[in-house]
């Protein structure tokens, strides 16, 4: 082996490892492969075949989304904070882009899905509220280090404060969730 070939292989390793380390996460690690049983590339029919039983329908950026009734374990939780629904949200590829877990509205599941979601993965680096009201009504807590890949935690609530709505969302393209975000920062700032 000459000096040229061996230069080339030990450029193309580094330049391998370099790009494995650029996605690498807690993030990218859990959920590179995929989400809920199905990889990144499934398709409709395939997502169909996972989860029986859904219906099709538009969010409100006119993209295909799934939704099915499934019962299963988030994130390694206790039995009473499993999903109840799971939505799958069509990409521009025609491919899964994002999968939706909705929970039972209450704030133990919403407590337990955010504390949980910290000690996986760290403090959240961004979140996105509902800025016309003056006590928020809807927040949301996302995890973009790892980009494409990028967890969520949302919530909404009614008027007095009382969770409607708890989901956690996982999607390895993240322009779907980068609208209205304001980054932040869990270090502490010196005096």
């Not at 979601?117 to 996302?142: C, K, N, P």
């Amino acid at each position: 082996m000459n000096m040229t070939s061996l230069s080339a292989i030990c450029t193309g390793a580094v330049t391998i490892l370099l790009a494995g380390m650029a996605s690498a996460g807690p993030v990218g690690d859990q959920y590179r492969s995929g989400a809920f049983g199905l990889p990144w590339n499934a398709g409709k029919s395939a997502i169909q075949a996972k989860y029986p039983g859904g219906t099709w329908d538009k969010d409100d950026k006119d993209r295909d989304r799934y939704c099915a009734p499934s019962r299963q374990s988030l994130l390694k939780l206790p039995p009473q904070h499993q999903t109840r629904e799971l939505c799958f949200l069509i990409g521009a590829d025609g491919t899964m882009a994002s999968v939706t877990a909705r929970m039972d509205a209450s704030l133990p599941s919403l407590l337990a899905v955010v504390n949980r979601s910290r000690t996986v993965f760290g403090d959240f680096d961004a979140v996105r509220r509902d800025e016309a009201a003056i006590q928020s009504r809807s927040t949301a807590m996302l995890w973009t280090r790892d980009k494409p890949y990028v967890v969520q935690v949302s919530s909404s609530n009614d008027a007095d404060g009382s969770p409607q709505e708890v989901n956690f969302t996982v999607a390895d393209e993240a322009a779907l969730y980068a609208e209205g975000l304001a980054q932040v920062s869990n270090k502490p700032k010196a005096p």
